[in-house]
């Protein structure tokens, strides 16, 4: 029986799963199979970028699954954030991922060499057409994001950034908090990197789970949407059951202290 994932309202009222599949490094069959494997189990949580190269694979995994019922994310990269560059590129992602829409279009890494406000004027226009439902940023610290609300005309809903247990960066989050803007945590296993730490280790066996179900189920309780990148079926269901269990205030604090 496939565990439903719990939803986040966005500032627009917009609902984005909670929990998605990331494709960051995942390619051809790999990437294509892990879509499909991950939609098939529960998933409904998409995300994918211009720089992954990878969005014929994920249309691929997607055929045969329904559109609308599918949260898709992609992103336009650094180095093509002036206005038509932007427009090109998201024409050209979804005519790669075989669709009409993205559900979000994030700006994927902050550009000094392009200025911000033409970005979000072409993202406006994207969002304005129907071929982005919403707008957001990816990697935006607290620098780029204060510009960012300053210059967009349109909501920006989403920042989406690396937060795991070693890497906390509150500062930027609670500015996104502030304004109402959900934080997307990437690479919430560190990389792999703290699948040995002791304190991880510790609390996982004091719940029965492994750890990195205990990395994404702390992200989730700190009310960030996450986006565990994983191939194998045994892994997208190993993030899909971090649903399943909650972690105690002692476990949090723990956590909190390694960061």
Not at 47 to 64: K, P, R
Not at 156 to 179: D, G, M, S, T, Y
Request: net charge negative; glycine share 8%; proline share 5%.
């Amino acid at each position: 029986m496939a565990i439903g994932i719990p939803r986040m309202e966005l500032s627009t009222g917009a609902q984005m799963p909670r929990l998605g599949l990331g494709t960051w490094k995942l390619t051809g069959d790999t990437c294509a199979q892990a879509v499909d494997l991950a939609l098939r189990m529960g998933y409904d949580h998409i995300d994918t970028a211009d720089v992954y190269g990878n969005h014929l694979e994920v249309a691929e995994g997607m055929a045969g699954h329904d559109r609308e019922s599918i949260w898709l994310t992609s992103k336009v990269n650094r180095g093509s954030l002036r206005y038509d560059d932007v427009l090109a590129t998201c024409e050209k992602n979804l005519r790669e991922l075989r669709t009409d829409y993205v559900d979000l279009y994030l700006i994927h890494w902050p550009d000094p060499e392009a200025p911000m406000g033409e970005t979000f004027r072409a993202l406006k226009r994207l969002r304005d057409e129907g071929m982005a439902r919403e707008i957001g940023v990816s990697n935006f610290m607290v620098e780029h994001l204060t510009e960012a609300l300053e210059v967009s005309e349109a909501p920006i809903v989403n920042n989406q950034i690396k937060v795991h247990p070693a890497h906390q960066p509150w500062e930027v989050v609670e500015l996104c908090r502030e304004n109402g803007i959900s934080v997307t945590a990437y690479s919430p296993l560190g990389h792999g990197n703290l699948l040995d730490d002791p304190t991880l280790k510790r609390i996982a066996g004091e719940v029965g789970r492994t750890v990195a179900q205990v990395c994404v189920r702390w992200l989730l309780q700190q009310g960030m949407i996450v986006i565990p990148k994983a191939s194998s079926e045994e892994h997208i269901r190993e993030n899909l059951e971090a649903l399943e269990f909650e972690l105690s205030p002692e476990h949090d604090e723990a956590i909190r202290a390694m960061g």
